[in-house]
Each structure stands twice: as structure tokens, then as C-alpha cells.
């Protein structure tokens, strides 16, 4: 437990649908998309965590609960808080010492010191800067929310550090541009750079190169994992493609339809998949060596992902399974450990290992 | 960067908006003189001027119902105010009867082939004691060298005072004095014409006309010389003295009204049209504004608070806006204007008045901009940025000020702008309808002259609304170039 | 087409516009009530009545004595003050005025002044009174709006072809400078040099009621003499109006210009009159259909101002003589009456809106 930066348990986000003045008189029961549903999963102080999957799976839902963006409908997520901040919590609040529980409703003082702790980055590098302010003003927001600096001279020399951080020289020039001035890329190490400069210890990272030239992909990956070693961070970093988890993640955990079905060491999920969804995954990823080109790939999986508010029984992927049994359709199969600190849920692989 | 130059900002960008158009450089220089005449005015401004514009002693001297003093080019006789001090005419002296008596000569030369419309004596004068049985009378020589005897012949008692306080606007013994002067005339007159018209008989030529069968007159230009004998009984006093306290005193002197007068005219009342319009430019802006100010924050408060909060407030607010959509304005209004006139009788009358009108006319204005507010508020408030904010720690009132609020200021422009002529219009039609506040706006000159003015006295009747129209074009025009900023899809 | 949903939407919006209604009646009864309006005129009738009834005593025959005549007095004014529910509270005698307006028991008018407007004799129904002025309102007002709104839809596609042309800017200048003056001064104006300067329109415009009452009877002649007092009125209207109308049909017919799919159309190479008809107008059509509704609906009680200026003797003009005399029974007619159109010239645009507009249907 010591070193669990965070352990999140069942964790749930349910949107419910709107519906006519109709059928809530017709007494039928409320629709919910479940677009996160019950998912287990620890986050090792220090380590890059993986959550991949495709459009629709929950991903981003979770990231955004972690980081405390929305509500959730259901679950435990309990978080290590760092000395510094650990100061502004009261006592009740606190389990097991120095754990918070990131899904309850706290006081405004307490989510506003939790911000100071965990940190996000967004996907789109222009949707997350607001156009009309210039890069500086970006960067000193969080600052002077937090009364850090007392003079605009201190602030101003902060946000030079976070700048320069990010590799954005000379930093004078660019914290009088606006957003609309700067690359993709560059922006995208602003967003970076904010996150920062609260000086968190864990940072969830939505998609954080997804919108990028891929040309610049592997600068900015290789910034946030320089950042990691300097700063010591822990992250959430959620992705749909294999190849950026591949390069950057430590352990993964593949979401399919708002759960986890397969969740190891990266090495160990990518090279040796046991989940059929992870293995259609992989086999999906663009083949880099030429002379592969003319092997014809079978993706192993039909059909296209159903809508999360129609979520099908037992196993969620069993229309789309091609090794699909009688079981499959009717329970959902439990997370079994197959190898040490690799785990898979399927009823493929249930029989062959006991229950962890 | 400071919420200051962050607002700065937002503003010059406005401007170079609007200025970059026609429509924007001629509101724009419009606004600047409409400004400025109105801080010009509102520093001259007298501190009581409600009342000061509706009491007459202020007005008694201008000529009624006068063209301005240019009208002379559009074809008017205009004859001029003369006025004569007195107290600076060197009177001849003499002593008639134990009675000292000071005669003074005034030549007045009337060029204009028109009646002057009125005459008017005035003396505020401390005598030394003693001093006994003043008299004032004024004889007329005019041109032609009838002589009216005593059109004015007044006695003041001074045993009690020392303090001689005429204000003689009628020549009361004009009909005695025609009657005598044109002996072979006085069959043919009419009394009631001379006691009416008492100007034409003194500035005109009588014959008598054949085919009217009366005595007709004519303007007669020239020099007329008016005698005036200002005498006393004064025992042991030294004329002198009596000359030197006439000298020093308050007020002595002639007028003779003209029959145009200063810049824009005069009403019904004498009262100086240009005066009126000049004081009602801070007024007609200070309506305007203060209406489109407080139906703008209103709306603006009530569109964010929607927006953003969303939920049974929102309901609330959209629903009120949408009910009071339907509900006539100007009925209401009407009613509630005339409703107060009628039942509330205070001092305080035209101010309660107005507010009311100002209040019916907010409360049903700032729906408009509360929709409009709420929809922008709602498209910013599910932009990721506002998102990253709040990750950052960002509270409400943060993400409203500093991420929604700058973008809303375009709005904010125009609902100004288009509701600033909007309760400067309202305000101005109620009062030609006839509801009347008294308070001295455009407006309430406007209906006062359709009230007892007729076509032709257009310089008062024709200036107020064409100012109203004027300040309501310039906010149409700003408005225009507004558009540009608020509707990116019109521009070119 | 014709779902629950789009059944339940319209419910929720009629409800809102019932609303609307009630509460337009509701507040002008409370205005009336609540600044002691209605009290001071019936104060002052009572004792109108009280003093003529004293006039009567002292005068008549039997010549009752001096404290006789102030006890029969004091009764008649209790009487008096009774039947007119003087001693209640302002609610109890608002209230069922305003209930009675709303299932359309519009009363008696007791003053002459709004009578007049009508051309009837005082102390007749309400209803009667409205009717006879609603056809000269219509025939003025309405039909003005009317003329403008046709002159906007003609002009309008005209114009949105040829943006920043000589003409369009020209329509441009022109609209702005009619919206910045008020239709009455216009029609102040109009009046002084038409009718008092120049002499080519009448001067007083109460006459026209022969004429239309003779129009209405079908009398077609009598058409002539209603042209005669109307077209100065209507002309002055028309000036007004149709710039801002004109600018308003070119402003939203150029949001759809904009718009990719026209330039496409355009580009395609098809006719002019095509490309406005199927691709311009059909889109626009929902918030000109809106204006041109509303605009019309508006036309009863928008224009008490402009009415009253011209003393044309319509509604707007009983309106305005039912306030300054304290009718009550009018008032809350014709405020109910205003409100009504406009409530259902709404209802109207939100089925119309299910029509026109496939992406409300949902």
C-alpha cells in the first residue's frame, strides 16, 4: 500500500438519458449510458499508467473523474496527497493516513488544494488555451488562484521556469503571444507547462499528442517523460494508439465499453495480448516494417462498437467476438490474474488459472 | 494583464471597429458633439431648473411665440429686443410745481415695417427719505408727430417706504391716450382693439378705412421718441441725491420686446427655445442611458446566471422573458404614466413620474439581452478551456469574469446602444401623446408646442423632435457599426 | 408528423401563452387598483352623482328642509358607495372586473370620450365600441404594415444578390436613418406640411368613420372617401417602415447567402430566381414568417402614438381615450384584446414552425 500513488475501485459514471414527459409517466425505468462501469485499477507512485482502449470506451470519462472534472456516480478512488498539500485537509477527511477518497463531494477548500496535487492535460492543444489570452495570462491564472507569488516580478519569474521547462526559449518572447501565434505543438507545451506549474505529483494526460503532427509526437512524449524523471510524477495516460502506449507506458489497462478487460505491463499486454479485443488491438496497429507489407493481416474481430447506452449482456464484447462461447453471452467473465501482475478478463481464460 | 487593459482591450478593438466604417466615423463624430454639448450643459445647468423652466418671471421679457433673430432671412420682419438702461441716461432736470422732475428722452428707431410686441418699464429704485409721491408717466412722439399722451401714468405712494418697485408691462392708459391723440378718429375706434393690440396704436399709422368701415392700422417705421417724466415730491432734498440713488439703484429701465428673438425662438411662454434645447441634451442622454444601463446590467446578470447555473433559475428566467415577451409595452406603459398623473399629486410629481416610466420600460427591456447572454454564456461555458480553468482551480465567479464575461462586451455594446434611443423615443412620444411629466425634456417641449402651438411656429415645433431624431440616429448608426462586430457572418 | 413529442412541446407553449394572457389582464387590473386610479374616477363620479342628486333636492317642489336634504344625501352617497363596492378594499372591485374580461364579458363604457372615438353613444357595449374601431385600425395600420411588409419581401431578395451595390448601401443609409426617427414625428411632420401647409389631406381624420362604416355596409364608392383621409396616414406609415422592414428581410436572407450551399448553388450556374426561391427564401422563411406575424398581430396596439397624432379613431386612439378618462371596462378589453391576438399570432408561428423547419420536427 505504501507505495500506491492512487487505487481506484469500482468505479462508476452513469449519464442518465433525457426522456419525454411520456415516458416518465409510462413508469418505465430511466435510461443511463454507462460510459464508465466499474473499473479496479492502481496507479504506482512514480510509475506511467496506461489506459487504452477506443472512442467510446470510458477513458477519457475516468480521467476526467479522477481529475475530478465530473462527478461520479459510484465507486472509491483512494489518492496519496503529497506532504505540502496534505497541510490544508482536515483530518476527517484523510483514510489510512494519507489517503483521499477522490470521489466524494469535498469543500471547496479541499478540491481547491487538491488542485495543487492533480493535474491534467488536455487533447486539443487550441480548444484548452483561451484564445483571447495571451500565453503569460494562461500560465499566471493558476497562480494567482492559488495566491502563489505575491508580486507580479515573483510570478512573472515562475512562469519564465515553466517555460523554459517545456523548452518554449526565449520565454519572454512567448508569454506575450496569443495561442492563434504559436504551432500545435508549441501550445500543446504551454498546456503542458500549466500543468505544471502547480507542481502536482500525479497528471492525468488526455490524449495528449492524439492531435498532433506525428512528426512532433515523440517531442512532446520524450518532454513529458524528462518532466516525469525531474518532478517525480506518477500518470494517467490515456491513449487509442498501441504504438504511443507502447513507447511511453509502464502498465496498461485496456477498456472496452467502460470496463477493463486486460491490464499488465505494457511489454507484457502488447507482445502477448490475451483479451480477444486486445489482440484485435494489436494486430490493428500499422505494421512499420516494409517487408511485412505484403502478409495480409486478419484483424480478429467483427462488427463495430455498440452504443454505451445499449450495453450488451454477460461478456460486452460477444457479438463482436470471434471466439465467442454460450457463457460468454450470458455472465460477464471476473479479472483473473494469468501471469504475475498481468490480468485478463475472459472466460477463455478463467478456467485455466484460479480466481485472484 | 490587469482586468483594466484586458477591458481597454476589448474597447479599442470595439472603436477600430466601428471606425473602420462609415456608418461607426459619422456616429462616432456625432457622439463626440452630443457629449460634449451635454457636459457643457449640465455644468451650466442652473441647480433648479424643473422650475425655473416652468415658472414665467424668468420668461416675462422675451417676446411670446418669437422666430429666431435669423428668421429675418427666411423673409420675417424681425424687429430686435431693445433695451435701454436708464440709469445711465442723463435726464434733463427741472422743477415743476414743488415737484422735481426728471424727463428723460429716449429715441427708439424702429426699422422693421412690424409691431413691437410689447413694452416694458422697470425701476427698483431706494430713494433718500423725504422722498414723496413718485410719478411715472410716459408720453410716445412718433414719427410722424402724433403725440400719445400718458400711455403710462402711474403714482407710487412712499410714506411708508423708501423703496420705488415698478414693473409696468401694459400701457394701462393707451385707450385715454389714442382717444385724445386722433380726436377725429375716435368714433372709429374700437376699444377693445386698442386695449388688446395696444402695440399697433402706438407703433402704427390709424387711418380710417372706407371699405372696412374702421379704423385700420399700418406699421409705421421710424424714430419714436419716448418722453419719459419720472418726478417726485421732495422736501429739502437735493435733486442729486435723488439722481445719484437712481443712478446706484438695482434696475431702471426700457425695454421694448422685438418680435424675434435669440437662437432658436421663443414659445408660447417667451421662453428661450434655445435655451430649453440646450439643457435638454444632458437630459435626453441621462434618460437614455440610465434606462439602457440598467436594462443591460439586469439582462446581463439574469443571461449569466441562466447560462451558467442552468436548472430551475434558468427555467425561471426563460420562462419570465418568454411570458413578458407577449405582454403589450406600450399599453402598459400608457397606463401606468397616466395612472401616477392622475392619482399622485406630490411635489415631487415629475420625478416619480419618470421613474416609473423608466421602471416599466427596464423591466420589460432586458429580456432581449438576458436570451441572448445566456446562449453565449452556455456555448463558452462548454468550451474546454473553461474546463482547464477550473482543473486549475478556478472558481465561478473566476470563470465568469475573466473567461465569459470579455467575450460578452460586443453584446453588451449593442444592447447599450440600441436601448440608449429607446427611452429617450418612449419618454418623447408618451409626452406628445399627452402625458405629461413637466420634466424640461425634448419631449415635453415637443408636446407643448403641438399643445398650443400651431404649423407656423416651426422653430418650435419642428427643432425637439428633429434632435430626438438626431440622437437617435447617431445611436442607430453606432449601432450599425456594431452590427459588424457581433455578427461576424455579415461582414464582407 | 404529428407525434406526442411535437403534440407535448405545443401544449408546454400554449400553456406559457395562457399565461402570458392572464397576467397581461391581471397586471393592468392591478395598476388600475393598486395606484388608486380607478378609485379617483370613481370618487369623482359619486360625487358628481351626490351633488346632482343635492342640486335635485334643493330644487324640487316639496323643498325638504335643510337637515333633510344632508340626511337624504348622506344615504344616496352610502348607496352609492356601496354599489360601486367603495368600501372594499381596490381587490374586490378589480378583481371581478378583470375575471369578467377574461371569459369576454366586456361590460358598458361610461365615458363619452371613448364613446366618441366609436361613434356611438356613451354607455354602450364595450364590445360593440371595439368592434366599430377595430376595421379603421385594420384599414390603416394594418394595411400599412401590410404594404410595407410586401414592399420588404420584394425589395429584400432584390437587394441580398446585390450586396455593397450603390442601391443596397443606398437602402441601407435609408432604413437606418428611419429607424432612428420616431414614426410619430414622421407623422407630425407629415401632417403639418400635408395637411396645414400645403392643404392636399384633410385635417381632422375622425370623418372617415362614415365612409368605412359606409364600406363595411357594401357601399364599394364609399371606398374612394376612405382612400381620401387614409393615404396620408398609410403613406407616412409606409416611409417609416420600410426601411427597417426592408433591412430586416436582407439581414436574414444574408445569413443564408453566407451560407456554403448557395455558393455552391451558384457556382452550379443556376438562374437567379431559382437559386432564391428554393435555396434563400425556403430557410428564411421561418424567422420572416415569425416577423411578419408578429408584425401584423402588433399592429392593434403599437401604434396608440401614431393614432393618436393623426387623431385617427381607432384603436390605439380608444385606448388612449379609455386612460385619460379612468375607463376601466375598455381598458381591460382592449388590453386583453392585444395581448389575445398576439397570444395567438404566436401559437400560430409555433405550428407553422413544426411546417416549416424540418430540424425542430426532431
Known amino acids: 500500500m505504501s507505495n500506491v500513488k492512487l487505487e481506484v475501485n469500482d468505479l462508476r459514471k452513469y449519464f442518465p438519458i433525457r426522456r419525454g414527459l411520456i415516458e416518465v409517466l409510462s413508469g418505465k425505468p430511466p435510461k443511463y449510458v454507462r460510459a464508465v462501469d466499474g473499473i479496479s485499477f492502481e496507479v504506482i507512485e512514480g510509475e506511467i499508467f496506461c489506459l ?32 505540502n498539500v496534505k497541510e490544508m485537509i482536515p483530518e476527517g477527511l484523510l ?78 518572447e512567448f508569454v506575450e503571444r496569443y495561442p492563434h501565434m504559436i504551432s500545435g505543438g508549441q501550445r500543446q507545451r504551454v498546456a503542458i507547462a500549466r500543468a505544471m506549474i502547480l507542481n502536482p505529483s500525479l497528471v492525468v494526460a488526455d490524449e495528449p499528442v492524439s492531435m498532433l503532427d506525428v512528426s512532433i509526437r515523440a517531442e512532446i512524449l520524450q518532454l513529458m517523460l524528462d518532466l516525469k524523471a525531474l518532478r517525480n510524477l506518477s500518470y494517467i495516460f490515456i491513449t487509442h494508439d498501441l504504438a504511443v502506449a507502447n513507447y511511453i507506458c509502464g502498465r496498461i489497462a485496456v477498456m472496452y465499453l467502460g470496463k477493463i478487460v486486460e491490464l499488465g505491463p ?91 | 494583464m490587469s482586468v483594466l ?174 382717444m385724445s391723440a386722433y380726436r377725429d378718429l375716435v368714433r372709429f375706434l374700437s376699444v377693445e382693439d386698442i386695449y388688446i393690440f395696444p402695440m399697433k396704436y402706438i407703433f402704427g399709422n390709424l387711418s380710417y378705412s372706407e371699405t372696412l368701415k374702421k379704423v385700420e392700422t399700418t406699421p409705421l417705421p421710424g424714430k419714436y421718441v419716448f418722453v419719459i417724466d419720472f418726478s417726485f415730491r421732495a422736501f429739502n432734498i437735493q435733486p442729486q441725491d435723488i439722481l445719484r440713488s437712481i443712478e446706484k439703484s438695482k434696475e431702471f429701465s426700457l425695454l421694448i420686446k422685438g418680435t424675434c428673438y435669440g437662437l432658436m425662438g421663443t414659445d408660447y411662454k417667451g421662453r428661450d427655445l434655445a435655451e430649453g434645447l440646450f439643457y435638454g441634451f444632458p437630459i435626453a442622454l441621462a434618460i437614455g442611458l440610465l434606462v439602457a444601463l440598467a436594462a443591460t446590467a439586469i439582462g446581463v446578470v439574469a443571461g449569466l446566471v441562466s447560462g451558467y447555473y442552468g436548472g430551475f433559475i434558468d427555467e425561471l428566467i426563460q420562462r419570465t422573458v418568454d411570458v413578458m415577451g407577449s405582454i403589450p409595452l406600450l399599453p402598459i406603459l400608457i397606463l401606468v404614466a397616466q395612472s401616477i398623473a392622475k392619482t399622485y ?98 419631449g415635453n417641449i415637443l408636446a407643448e408646442a403641438r399643445q398650443n402651438g400651431t404649423i407656423s411656429q416651426w422653430w418650435w415645433i419642428l427643432p425637439p423632435g428633429f434632435l430626438i431624431a438626431i440622437v437617435s440616429l447617431t445611436f442607430v448608426l453606432l449601432g450599425l457599426a456594431l452590427e459588424k462586430v457581433v455578427e461576424p457572418k455579415l461582414r464582407r | 408528423m404529428c407525434s406526442v413529442g411535437v403534440a407535448t412541446v405545443l401544449a408546454r407553449r400554449a400553456v406559457f401563452l395562457v399565461l402570458a394572457l392572464l397576467i397581461a389582464v391581471f397586471l393592468t387590473g392591478f395598476v388600475l387598483g393598486a395606484t388608486g386610479y380607478i378609485d379617483t374616477i370613481i370618487n369623482s363620479m359619486i360625487n358628481e352623482e351626490v351633488r346632482a342628486y343635492r342640486q335635485a333636492l334643493l330644487t324640487s317642489p316639496q323643498k325638504p328642509s335643510a337637515e333633510e336634504v344632508e340626511k337624504l344625501v348622506a344615504q344616496r352617497k ?61 384599414f390603416m395600420i394594418t394595411l400599412a404594415e401590410a404594404i410595407v411588409i410586401l ?111 448557395v455558393t455552391a448553388a451558384i457556382a452550379r450556374g443556376l438562374p437567379e430566381k431559382q437559386i432564391l426561391r428554393r435555396y434563400i427564401i425556403r430557410p428564411a422563411a421561418s424567422p420572416i414568417v415569425t416577423n411578419v406575424l408578429l408584425g401584423l398581430a402588433g399592429t392593434l396596439g403599437g401604434y396608440i402614438i401614431t393614432e393618436s397624432v393623426f387623431d385617427w379613431p381607432g384603436m390605439g386612439t380608444l385606448y388612449y381615450a379609455a386612460v385619460t378618462t379612468g375607463d376601466a371596462q375598455t381598458i381591460l378589453a382592449l388590453t386583453y384584446i392585444f395581448t389575445l391576438v398576439y397570444v395567438i399570432a404566436r401559437f400560430i408561428l409555433e405550428i407553422l414552425y413544426v411546417v416549416l423547419d424540418p430540424r425542430v420536427r426532431l
Open chain 1, 95 to 172: 483514510t489510512n493516513g494519507d489517503y483521499v477518497n477522490l470521489l466524494e463531494k469535498l469543500p471547496g477548500s479541499v478540491d481547491k488544494a487538491l488542485r495543487l496535487d492533480i493535474q491534467i492535460i488536455f487533447q486539443d492543444p487550441y480548444g484548452s488555451l483561451n484564445p483571447r489570452m495571451t500565453i503569460g495570462s494562461v500560465l499566471e491564472e493558476p497562480l494567482i488562484i492559488h495566491s502563489i507569488g505575491s508580486t507580479k516580478e515573483e510570478r512573472q519569474e515562475i512562469i519564465y521556469r515553466a517555460l523554459s521547462e517545456v523548452k518554449l526559449n526565449p520565454p519572454e
Open chain 2, 5 to 178: 487593459s484586458k477591458m481597454y482591450e476589448s474597447w479599442s478593438w470595439i472603436r477600430k471597429e466601428i471606425l473602420s466604417q462609415v456608418s461607426g466615423k459619422v456616429a462616432f463624430v456625432l457622439l463626440i458633439v452630443l457629449i460634449a454639448i451635454s457636459v457643457y450643459a449640465a455644468i451650466l445647468m442652473p441647480p433648479d431648473y424643473t422650475k425655473y423652466w416652468d415658472v414665467g418671471s424668468k420668461w416675462v421679457d422675451n417676446p411670446y411665440n418669437a422666430p429666431p433673430e435669423w428668421a429675418s432671412y427666411l423673409g420675417y420682419t424681425c424687429i430686435p429686443q431693445t433695451s435701454y438702461d436708464l440709469r445711465t441716461v442723463k435726464p434733463g432736470i427741472s422743477e415743476v410745481t414743488g415737484r422735481v422732475v426728471f424727463t428723460y428722452n429716449i429715441t427708439y428707431d424702429l426699422s422693421a415695417r412690424d409691431y413691437p410686441q410689447g413694452l416694458r418699464i422697470r425701476a427698483n429704485i431706494v430713494v433718500p427719505q423725504g422722498v414723496r409721491n413718485a410719478r411715472m408717466r410716459v408720453d410716445v412722439i412718433k414719427p410722424d408727430g402724433v403725440r400719445l399722451p400718458a400711455i403710462i401714468d402711474v403714482y407710487v405712494d412712499l410714506a411708508n417706504t423708501s423703496l420705488i418697485d415698478l414693473n409696468l408691462d401694459k400701457p394701462e392708459g393707451i385707450v385715454t391716450a389714442v
Open chain 3, 78 to 138: 352610502q348607496e352609492l358607495i356601496e354599489y360601486w363596492g367603495m368600501d372594499k378594499p381596490w381587490q374586490a372591485r378589480i378583481i371581478p372586473m378583470v375575471l369578467n374580461t377574461l371569459i369576454l364579458n366586456l361590460g358598458r363604457s361610461p365615458s363619452p370620450e371613448v364613446t366618441n372615438v366609436a361613434g356611438l353613444q356613451p354607455n354602450s357595449l364595450v364590445s360593440d365600441v371595439i368592434v366599430a374601431c377595430l376595421p379603421r385600425t385594420i
Open chain 1, 52 to 83: 487504452v482502449g477506443e472512442s467510446g470506451c470510458g477513458k477519457t470519462t475516468a480521467g476526467r473523474l479522477i481529475a475530478r472534472l465530473i462527478e461520479a456516480t459510484g465507486g472509491k478512488a483512494l489518492y496519496r496527497v503529497s506532504r
Open chain 2, 345 to 442: 399629486m406630490g411635489e415631487d410629481k415629475p420625478i416619480v413620474m419618470l421613474t416609473a416610466i423608466f421602471a416599466v420600460l427596464i423591466i420589460f427591456s432586458w429580456g432581449g439581452l438576458a436570451i441572448i447572454i445566456r446562449s453565449m454564456t452556455l456555448s463558452i461555458k462548454s468550451e474546454l478551456y473553461v474546463e482547464a480553468a477550473k482543473a486549475v482551480g478556478a472558481s465561478n465567479l473566476r470563470i465568469i469574469s475573466k473567461h465569459i464575461l470579455p467575450q460578452l462586451v460586443p453584446y453588451i455594446a449593442a444592447s447599450l446602444v440600441y436601448s440608449t434611443p429607446n427611452a429617450i423615443l418612449t419618454e418623447a412620444g408618451l409626452s406628445v401623446l399627452g402625458i405629461r411629466h413637466g420634466f424640461p425634456t425634448w
Open chain 1, 266 to 356: 505494457s511489454d507484457k499486454v502488447i507482445n502477448n495480448p490475451k483479451h480477444p479485443y486486445t489482440i484485435a488491438l494489436v494486430s490493428a496497429v500499422p505494421e512499420p516494417d516494409p517487408s511485412n507489407r505484403t502478409k495480409i493481416r486478419e484483424v480478429p474481430i467483427k462488427g463495430e462498437i455498440p452504443s454505451a447506452a445499449a450495453i450488451p449482456s454477460g461478456c460486452r464484447l460477444h457479438p463482436r467476438c470471434p471466439y465467442a462461447m454460450d457463457i460468454c453471452k450470458v455472465k460477464e467473465p471476473p479479472m483473473i490474474e494469468v501471469e504475475p501482475g498481468h490480468q485478463v478478463a475472459c472466460w477463455l481464460h478463467t478456467k485455466e488459472s484460479t480466481p485472484s
Open chain 3, 151 to 261: 414592399i420588404a419581401l420584394a425589395v429584400g431578395p432584390f437587394i441580398v444578390y446585390r450586396i455593397g451595390s450603390f442601391i443596397d448601401r443606398f437602402i441601407v443609409a435609408y432604413a437606418a436613418l428611419m429607424n432612428a426617427f420616431p414614426i410619430w414625428w414622421v407623422a407630425l411632420v407629415m401632417l403639418l406640411v400635408f395637411s396645414y401647409d400645403l392643404g392636399v389631406a384633410p385635417k381632422q381624420f375622425r370623418p372617415v368613420i362614415t365612409h368605412i362604416n359606409a364600406f363595411l355596409l357594401g357601399e364599394l364608392s364609399a371606398l374612394i372617401g376612405v382612400l381620401s383621409y387614409v393615404w396620408l396616414p398609410i403613406v407616412t406609415i409606409v416611409i417609416v417602415l420600410s426601411g427597417p422592414w426592408i433591412y430586416g428581410v436582407r439581414a436574414m436572407l444574408i445569413r443564408i447567402v453566407k451560407e456554403d450551399f
